[in-house]
């Protein structure tokens, strides 16, 4: 089995530096999570608020926390260093070998759209983000871990694409393009260029996609990561 990775973001219309921070980390104990933290605003200041959470996250998972612990740890942290004054929205979607699961971590409005041949499952409980409430805990869902899924999490960029021309996305565009025979790269870079689309090339908003997929397949143990980064 194979597990592809794919993100695809841009930035809030007239901002050089967004506010949103993704990345992806390798599990010691087997596996891979992928992250989006949403800093609240936008520009510098969310910037350094997402970067420093995401920062903190890589290295409570690579020490061996467990996401929900990750996920109360960064809470705290946020809490604390802004008094309950600044917010962000984290998911988390990790392929944990040592429990054979995919699990998935929200904090925040944002929902988790998972599919495989069967079923679409959206999780869009609300839930509480970072930062602003002492007390917030994660919504955690797990999952078998198996061959044909395709789960992607996003921020609220993505949610509010087309909104100030009355022409929102929806999930049925969305399930649309993640449902079709292209990579999985394919897949996040259709999905923005959707929502530019329905910005008129102008994003509301810094707007982050992270799609995993679980595939057959045998790579021969090669790990593999791109990225393309405009200057």
């Not at 565009?173 to 025979?181: D, G, S, T, Y």
């Not at 090669?222 to 405009?230: D, E, L, N």
Request: no cysteine; charged share 25%.
């Amino acid at each position: 089995m194979l597990v592809n990775i794919s993100i695809a973001k841009v930035n809030k219309h007239g901002k050089n530096i967004g506010g949103d921070t993704a990345e992806i980390v390798e599990r010691p104990l087997g596996g891979v999570t992928g992250i989006i933290v949403d800093g609240q605003g936008s520009g510098k200041p969310a910037k350094i608020i997402s970067n420093s959470i995401v920062g903190k996250i890589s290295t409570l998972i690579g020490d061996g926390a467990r996401d929900g612990a990750v996920a109360r740890a960064v809470q705290d942290y946020l809490f604390t260093i802004k008094d309950g004054r600044v917010s962000a929205t984290l998911t988390m979607v990790s392929v944990a070998l040592d429990t054979n699961s995919i699990v998935i971590t929200r904090n925040g409005h944002t929902p988790v759209i998972v599919l495989d041949e069967h079923d679409e499952i959206i999780y869009e409980e609300q839930v509480n983000p970072l930062g602003f409430y002492k007390f917030s805990k994660p919504q955690i869902n797990e999952i078998p871990l198996k061959a044909g899924l395709t789960i992607m999490a996003y921020s609220d960029g993505l949610v509010s694409a087309g909104k100030k021309y009355n022409n929102n996305i929806t999930h049925n565009q969305i399930i649309e393009i993640l449902k079709q025979q292209i990579t999985t790269q394919s897949k996040a870079d259709k999905i923005l260029e959707l929502a530019l689309e329905l910005d008129k090339d102008r994003p509301n908003d810094d707007t982050t996609i992270l799609i995993l997929e679980t595939v057959e397949g045998d790579n021969k143990n090669i790990r593999k990561v791109t990225a393309s980064y405009p200057i």
